[in-house]
Every structure is written in C-alpha cells, then in structure tokens.
C-alpha cells in the first residue's frame, strides 16, 4: 500500500520537477578557435607572442604589466585603449616553451568591457605550411549575464563575437606584423 502511494505521489510531482528542471537551465560554456598562418618560422613568432608579461603585438592592448614572467601563476593587466582604459586581469597556469604554448584565466574583467565570465584560453604556434606557423588561439568561456534571459549585449552571442573579434583582430595584426618576411 505504502508503494501504491508513493508511486502516486511520484506521478503528481513529476510534470512540476521536469517544469523545475527546465527553467533551471542556465548558461552553457561556449568555445572559440581562431587560426591564422603567419609567414614567419615558428620561432620567431613564438618570440614575439611567447612572453605572457607582454602583449603589446595586440592592437587593442595600450600595455601591459605583471608580475612572474613566464612562471605558473604569474600575473598580468592589460590596459585597453589608451592610458587610463578599461583594465583586464590575467593569471597563467600553464606555460611551456618547447611546445610553444601558454594558458591563462582572466580573474577579472567588467563584463561591459567583455562580455564573459569564467574565461580561460590557450595560445599556440605550431609549424605551418612552407616553414611557416600556424598560430592557434582559443577559449571557454560563460556569457557576461549567468541567469536564464540575458539582456542582448551579455548573452551568448555577444560573447562569442567580442571574443572572436579580440583573437582576430590580435592574429591579424600579427600576420600583418610579419608580412613583410
């Protein structure tokens, strides 16, 4: 009898829970990849984009500072713009010069500047084609708003194209950077 009861009960209760569970859903990760061959060796693009202390090759990038070098855990704040700009902190956690490759998380950004929370990235240069590199840059990431109904400019759309736009607009100007070899 107890059995019958709580199978009812079960019954009742399961449209609710799977209504609950609907409207819980929250934000999913989203993932860029950008790639750009650079006609340069991998060496020396490495050289130009290997130090996670400068990141001056970024067009967007006024300066930046930190602390660390290249050694797990180092810091950096890139200031945006001009002097006095929106400021972005960073922490790397993962650094390897013979495979010519880093990673770091930003631990804080205003997400009216980019529009993402619960970033991490990667950047890579990879021989490429004709002694060439391949220069891979990629991310995950939340959107800026973490409950259900983001306002326009911090759902997941936006984040992808802010995201997008700062590793094409970086990878373009290295390109640009080495046209010239």
């Known amino acids: ?3 019958r009861i709580f199978a ?3 019954l009742l209760l399961a449209p609710a829970i799977t209504t609950l569970d609907a409207q ?3 934000p999913t990760r989203q993932k860029v990849t950008v790639t750009k061959e650079i006609a340069a060796p991998p060496a020396e693009v490495w050289a130009r984009v290997g130090n996670f202390q400068d990141m001056s090759w970024h067009p967007a990038v006024h300066s930046s500072t930190g602390e660390g070098d290249n050694a797990i ?3 950096r704040v890139l200031t945006l713009g001009e002097a006095g700009g929106p400021t972005i902190s960073e922490i790397l956690y993962k650094f390897s010069d ?3 490759s880093y990673s770091y998380r930003i631990t804080d950004v205003n997400v009216e500047v980019l529009p993402v929370t619960n970033y991490s ?3 890579t ?3 490429g084609a004709d002694g ?3 220069v891979e840059w990629r991310g995950a990431f939340y959107r800026g708003y973490p409950n259900n109904d983001p306002p326009e400019h911090l759902n997941d759309e936006a984040a992808i194209k802010a995201v997008t736009g700062v590793y094409e607009a970086g990878l373009n100007a290295l390109q640009a950077s080495f046209a010239g070899n």
């Open 24 to 26: 819980a859903h929250g």
């Open 73 to 75: 855990d180092a810091t």
């Open 8 to 10: 009812m009960f079960a």
């Open 98 to 100: 013979a495979k010519m």
């Open 121 to 123: 990235s990667h950047l």
């Open 132 to 134: 060439g590199s391949l």
């Open 1 to 3: 009898m107890m059995f």
């Open 125 to 127: 240069v990879k021989p």
